[in-house]
């Protein structure tokens, strides 16, 4: 089986200057892609010949064999994904020629429904492009940074604003100010430098997950 940098640099090459007229053999260019042996004589054939675990819906990733047409008539057809909503397909814009299209145009160009891509051939699994997790955050308290008040900037200050219900925009201004001396005035144990200095009594009180 062809690497993914492979069979995307194939079906490229092959949009440039077709090697062969692709004209009706979308199964064989699409296998030939991902480098397959036949294992079916149609695109409807090889498609129900995956099994369930192989065959999924959404949107086709780089690298995945895609497939279109009804299950139990007709030829079907067969396309290579180039992932973010394309694929190369035969025949759709130039006979016996590659083009790369939108993957959703086969409904409205042929009447051929989405039937899935596969991730796995006879000959093997299918080399794909792995889905991109965004890296997860977990809300965190800022450290203390040292005692702090008007003009201050930063994270610290972000928390210290949720932690009272207001505009988190990380600026010590004056309504900042405020609020922190009103919820000081009513704990006078937290500020022996002054209501609206944020010190430590008043940042481990105040401060929450930003």
């Not at 009513?186 to 481990?204: C, E, H, I, N």
Request: hydrophobic letters at 40%; proline letters at 10%; glycine letters at 10%.
């Amino acid at each position: 089986m062809r690497s993914l940098p492979a069979a995307v640099a194939y079906a490229k090459a092959e949009q440039a200057h077709a090697s062969r007229n692709w004209t009706n053999l979308c199964q064989m260019f699409s296998r030939s892609c991902v480098g397959a042996a036949a294992w079916a004589p149609s695109a409807r054939e090889a498609f129900n010949a995956i099994p369930p675990q192989h065959r999924h819906m959404g949107v086709p990733p780089q690298g995945a064999l895609v497939y279109y047409g009804s299950a139990t008539s007709g030829n079907g057809h067969a396309v290579f994904s180039d992932g973010n909503g394309y694929v190369y397909s035969t025949d759709i814009k130039r006979q016996g020629k590659v083009d790369r299209v939108p993957y959703l145009i086969f409904e409205s160009a042929w009447g051929l429904k989405y039937r899935g891509w596969i991730d796995w051939t006879p000959s093997g699994a299918i080399n794909i492009a792995k889905p991109v997790t965004p890296p997860v955050h977990v809300p965190t308290v800022p450290a203390f940074p040292g005692t702090f008040g008007l003009g201050a900037k930063g994270n610290h200050v972000k928390a210290i604003q949720k932690g009272l219900g207001i505009t988190v925009d990380g600026v010590f201004g004056p309504i900042t100010k405020k609020k922190v001396q009103s919820y000081q005035k009513a704990r006078p144990w937290l500020y022996p430098w002054g209501p609206g200095t944020v010190g430590p009594l008043t940042y481990k009180a105040l401060a929450r997950p930003i």
